[in-house]
């Protein structure tokens, strides 16, 4: 997978991790390098993405192809770009159904992309975001204590993190995806 600038390794590690384990799992994989062509309606990417999902489980929902479209035309126009991975076995979370993926870039453009998602986001079915430790409906605010599933260390406790950094590495890289602080979790709501 080609590095994009300012996404760290371990970011990178996450969506092989992903990618191998939607191939392990029969399906394939709807995980795309920044730089695609996600502007023409004819791109392979694109299509994809829209093909029967149901029945190819590497696909998102065509909910979720749309909002992902939108963002991603979105971010060429402002001039960045993200990778991201989208459905993936992970029962109970939105992933498994292909109602959400996970955008990956640095926090500069994080927090750019993550508010143009709460601004706009609503207008394609955006149900809900996670960034930077904290978790917010599309109509709502942030709620800084509350990271996602598995989070230990969401925004109000970041301080806390950063000491792990020295004290257990392993930890903190996985708190540090967990809690969304390299990667904007965004999905939709199938029934709006």
Not at 61 to 67: D, E, H, P, Y
């Amino acid at each position: 997978m080609k590095r994009l600038s300012g996404m760290s390794r371990f970011a990178q590690f996450a969506i092989a991790v992903a990618a191998i384990g939607a191939l392990i799992a029969g399906g394939s994989v709807a995980a795309s390098a920044a730089g695609d062509s996600v502007a023409g309606e004819s791109s392979a990417a694109v299509a994809a993405c829209v093909k029967d999902w149901k029945k190819n489980p590497g696909q998102t929902s065509q909910k979720m192809c749309n909002l992902l479209k939108y963002t991603q035309a979105h971010a060429k126009s402002a001039g960045y770009s993200f990778s991201y991975g989208c459905r993936r076995k992970d029962p109970g979370s939105a992933h498994n159904t292909g109602d959400a993926c996970d955008l990956f870039l640095n926090k500069t453009n994080g927090d750019k992309l993550s508010g143009w998602l709460r601004t706009n986001g609503n207008n394609k079915g955006m149900a809900y975001e996670i960034w930077y430790g904290a978790f917010a409906y599309a109509d709502g605010g942030w709620n800084t204590s509350r990271g996602g599933g598995g989070c230990d260390y969401p925004r109000t406790k970041l301080a806390a993190l950063q000491k792990l950094k020295k004290t257990n590495p392993s930890k903190y890289k996985n708190q540090w995806t967990t809690c969304h602080y390299d990667h904007i979790h965004v999905s939709v709501d199938p029934n709006h």
